[in-house]
Nanobody, 124 residues
Framework: QVQLVESGGGLVQPGGSLRLSCAVSGGSFSRYGMGWFRQAPGKEREFVAAIRWNVGTTYYADSLKGRFTISRDTAKNTVNLQMNSLKPEDTAVYYC?????????????????WGQGTQVTVSS
């Protein structure tokens, strides 16, 4: 059973940066796909970015390319999301997720395991 615990959320001003981290534990996740999703109030959960744990291939939502960067630290078993040039519309709860058999890794339906989420608020 894979367990995911997010951290690093908070309040940041527009134009600022935040780094989210997801601690991964349990099971054998070396071949998993790891993703970040977000959900704003009244909206559906949407794909942000994903990475294949074993080879490090990354995927991004088109609208976020260039501002967000996903990475993994295989020594610490963490998946990180660096968010730069943040905008008020980036305000959401950000979730870490793990997909055992993920193919494209952009659909939340591929993910079996989810963290509890961490709040990111971009406001002046």
């Amino acid at each position: 059973q894979v367990q995911l615990v997010e951290s690093g959320g908070g309040l940041v001003q527009p134009g600022g940066s935040l780094r989210l981290s997801c601690a991964v534990s349990g099971g054998s996740f070396s071949r998993y796909g790891m993703g970040w999703f977000r959900q704003a109030p009244g909206k559906e959960r949407e794909f942000v970015a994903a990475i294949r744990w074993n080879v490090g291939t990354t995927y991004y939502a088109d609208s976020l390319k260039g501002r967000f960067t996903i990475s993994r630290d295989t020594a610490k078993n963490t998946v990180n999301l660096q968010m730069n040039s943040l905008k008020p519309e980036d305000t959401a709860v950000y979730y870490c997720a793990a997909a055992r058999y993920g193919m494209g890794l952009t659909s939340r339906l591929e993910y079996e395991y989810w963290g509890q989420g961490t709040q990111v608020t971009v406001s002046s």
